[in-house]
């Protein structure tokens, strides 16, 4: 069957072998079961239509990262150990990786859907079917909670969800590559730890991390000191949310879906049973410190 595919198709590829997928520009490939064959089709060949119905009777690999020459530069820069990109601006940059459940969406779309949110030239670089980052020079960026809009509009538009780990601006001369490296890590920690969570970055992350790196005898400490949350699930949730929201009640209450006053109620039975005050700095950040530790595994 794919070698009627093949001569379908003048400039696919057709292999015995699993091909090495990075040494082919924009290249789709397809893997049939029954010969143990490969064919790599050049993506500008496929019609959207050709491509969905392709991805139905073969086993679909997409991992082509890159649809332009200075995208395959960033590519290599980022995870080759590659030149600094030439058209590189001396500004800094912002690499915000995203990650998305596979389904049936076209690449092409999800980029066009990006680049319609960001209204500004941003580079979209794939290192996996459907994970991938985005270069955004850090000049007027988008705020963390456009981020969420974003992940909304994905869901509504493609049906599934998808999460942003958003970096920290840095510079190219300041080892960008190294710093991206590590918050892949953070991203992959963050979203094994939090998975209701859509918006990533290391601020948020990082408290999650020390509740993990935590010595036990400062764990069995605070958990104890906090066994409340432990008993009461409920009261967890709610402090945990008042905490993320800046100890506003308005919006804690709405996102909880409750009145003013049953919150009220909460907080100041959580107040009365362990005397701490959650307007005070250090009680709230050694209270939310025990929420994590409580959600964990």
């Known amino acids: 069957m794919l070698k009627k ?16 997928f990075h040494s082919f520009s924009s290249t789709y490939w397809f893997y049939y079961q029954k010969t143990g064959q490969w ?14 119905i392709l991805k139905t009777l073969f086993e679909f690999h997409d991992i082509s990262p890159h649809h332009n020459p200075e995208a395959q530069t960033w590519f290599d820069f980022l995870f080759s150990n590659g030149r600094t990109p030439k058209a590189a601006k001396h500004s ?17 779309d999800m980029e066009d859907a990006f680049k319609a949110f960001f209204e500004k030239d941003i580079i979209i670089l794939w290192n996996k079917p459907s994970k991938g980052v985005i270069v955004e020079e850090f000049n007027d960026p988008l705020a963390d909670m456009e981020f969420l809009a974003i992940s909304n509009a994905l869901e509504s538009d493609f049906f599934v969800k998808t999460a942003f780990y958003i970096g920290c601006p840095n510079t190219l001369e300041n080892d960008l590559p ?34 993990v790196n935590l010595d036990p005898f400062l764990k069995r400490n605070l958990l104890s000191r906090l066994s ?16 993320q929201n800046s100890s506003n009640v308005s919006l804690t209450a709405k996102k909880l ?8 109620y909460r907080l100041d039975k959580f107040t009365k049973k362990t005397g701490l005050q959650l307007k005070d700095f250090n009680s709230a950040a050694t209270v939310y410190l025990a929420c994590l530790l409580y959600e964990q595994p």
């Open 257 to 264: 879906y409750i009145h003013r006053n049953t919150l009220q």
């Open 5 to 20: 595919l093949h001569d379908k198709y003048p400039g696919s590829i057709l292999m015995e072998a699993k091909p090495n």
């Open 39 to 52: 064919l790599g089709i050049p993506a500008k060949d496929l019609t959207e239509d050709s491509l969905k």
């Open 178 to 211: 190294m710093q991206f490296q590590e918050e892949i890590k953070f991203f992959q920690h963050a979203y094994t730890m939090l998975p209701s969570e859509r918006i990533f970055s290391f601020e948020k992350t990082f408290p999650s991390l020390v509740t």
């Open 228 to 243: 409340l949350l432990k008993d009461d699930p409920e009261l967890l949730i709610t402090i945990k949310i008042f905490l």
């Open 92 to 108: 800094a940059y912002r690499l915000i990786q995203f990650k998305t459940a596979e389904g049936d969406w076209m690449r092409e």
